[in-house]
């Protein structure tokens, strides 16, 4: 008996236009200062980074037992392995219990055992301490009570891996912070499509200043010629959801334009050309369209990533935020299966430029944010729905976690772990808060 074969994912085409949205009245972005003030920076790392869902990377990167990648996310450095024990994927602190120097100091590797390098603590795959050296007599300790710090974790039915910092007792579920994105992504195949690259950019500019860009392509048209040539823009369409936004837009099925001029060679073997327009002296050529044949399946995932999934190739987006001022992009690129070399490198051109253009207006627009001058500014109520979307949920997150730190007198760190155990450094903890509150009162108060 023949087995029966699932049929492949379709991708949806946008949803048609609601006559009510012409009705939607318009509204402001938050202050400028939000994107430059060290300050706020600090408080949205509290508020927002320490107790969101964020998104990491892909289960297929993980082969066997033991392999790890480590990672950083505003300040904070992590790692993720495959458990030896049951298989899963588990994520940890990267600090020893020690004396907190980091446990793993590779980008990634494989190992079910895992060596501090300063005293020769190790732990296994599951964060367990199964070693600490010259500690078998001494009294009070214990090694089940030094085991790694763990984070939270999340693996998507379609191996999308999620980790949450926060410690606090009320950590809304995956399965509610982001309600319903499990059915979205069940579009996409993404066992069809195997790890080929990642790379990064280290941009001068606020984390809000990428997401503005990304979460609407208002800009589109304007900014990215290849992208409008591949896509039908009057098309386009965000549609907020619970904690994220999907972005819907029509392929275009026929061949694409292409100029050819005289740039140099790599560029000419590229798809730089793809969307230019045409000079005197180039020629234009019909391609086959270098975003697929489907449409597209583009996620913001708030606050900081995006995945986008196209018919030749995925890439995941992590916005890794440095200071106020300073973003760092991480780009990974899963191209499917069997897909030719030429074929991978013309989407990595395709994908390349369009993330260029993007950085370039980042850097730019916050030259200007830096001067002071520029305040707030008027948005599209439609066409710039998912910036409003996203930004009301950075004003909201905020300011509830403001209130608490002045209800409580202190700053409100959800994702430390280290409390004091003991009564001597109680005390002393309680030295070093009535410091940070008394610091507090004599500082200018955030002006909401």
């Not at 891996?161 to 509610?176: A, G, K, Y």
């Not at 200043?209 to 609407?216: C, H, I, K, R, S």
């Not at 040539?229 to 275009?252: G, L």
């Amino acid at each position: 008996m023949a087995t029966a074969v699932a049929p492949a994912p379709v991708i949806s085409a946008p949803p048609k236009d609601n006559p009510e949205d012409k009705l939607l009245p318009g509204e402001h972005t938050l202050p400028a200062s939000w994107w430059t003030s060290e300050k706020v920076f600090e408080l949205e790392k509290r508020s927002i980074f320490n107790k969101s869902w964020m998104f990491c990377t892909h289960s297929s990167r993980f082969a066997k037992a033991g392999d790890y990648f480590s990672y950083t996310v505003c300040g904070i450095n992590f790692f993720i392995i495959k458990s030896k024990v049951d298989g899963q994927l588990k994520a940890f602190h990267n600090v020893c219990r020690h004396r907190a120097f980091p446990v793993v100091r590779k980008e990634q590797g494989s190992s079910t055992i895992l060596g501090c390098k300063y005293h020769g603590w190790s732990y296994n795959s599951d964060g367990v301490l199964t070693k600490a050296p010259q500690f078998e007599q001494v009294e009070g300790f214990k090694k089940e009570e030094n085991s790694l710090f763990p984070i939270k974790t999340h693996t998507t039915d379609q191996g999308l891996v999620f980790v949450n910092f926060s410690q606090e007792e009320d950590v809304i579920p995956f399965s509610t912070w982001f309600q319903g994105i499990e059915k979205d992504f069940s579009e996409y195949d993404f066992d069809d499509y195997e790890y080929n690259m990642s790379y990064e950019l280290n941009g001068k500019f606020n984390w809000k200043t990428l997401m503005d860009g990304y979460q609407e392509c208002y800009h589109c048209p304007t900014a990215h010629p290849g992208l409008s040539n591949a896509f039908k823009m009057e098309t386009y369409k965000v549609v907020p959801k619970t904690r994220y936004c999907r972005h819907y837009a029509e392929v275009v099925q026929e061949d694409v334009e292409f100029v050819k001029d005289d740039a140099d060679a790599d560029e000419e073997s590229s798809w730089f050309g793809f969307g230019k327009k045409k000079e005197s002296n180039a020629k234009v050529e019909k391609i086959a369209n270098p975003g697929g044949e489907s449409n597209g399946l583009w996620m913001y995932l708030f606050p900081t990533n995006g995945i986008n999934c196209y018919s030749p190739a995925y890439y995941t987006l992590r916005v890794l935020p440095i200071s106020a001022t300073e973003t760092l992009l991480h780009y990974d690129v899963y191209t499917k299966k069997g897909l030719s070399e030429e074929k991978q490198k013309e989407f990595i051109d395709f994908l390349q430029l369009i993330e260029l253009e993007d950085f370039n207006l980042c850097e730019q627009t916050q030259k200007n944010l830096n001067q002071g001058v520029y305040g707030t500014g008027f948005l599209h109520p439609t066409k710039e729905r998912g910036v409003l979307f996203y930004q009301g949920l950075v004003r909201d997150m905020v300011k509830e976690h403001f209130a608490a730190e002045q209800k409580a007198g202190k700053q409100i760190n959800p994702a430390f772990v280290g409390n004091a155990t003991t009564e001597s450094a109680l005390e002393l903890e309680e030295i070093c808060n009535k410091l940070d509150c008394s610091t507090e009162k004599t500082e200018q108060k955030l002006d909401w």
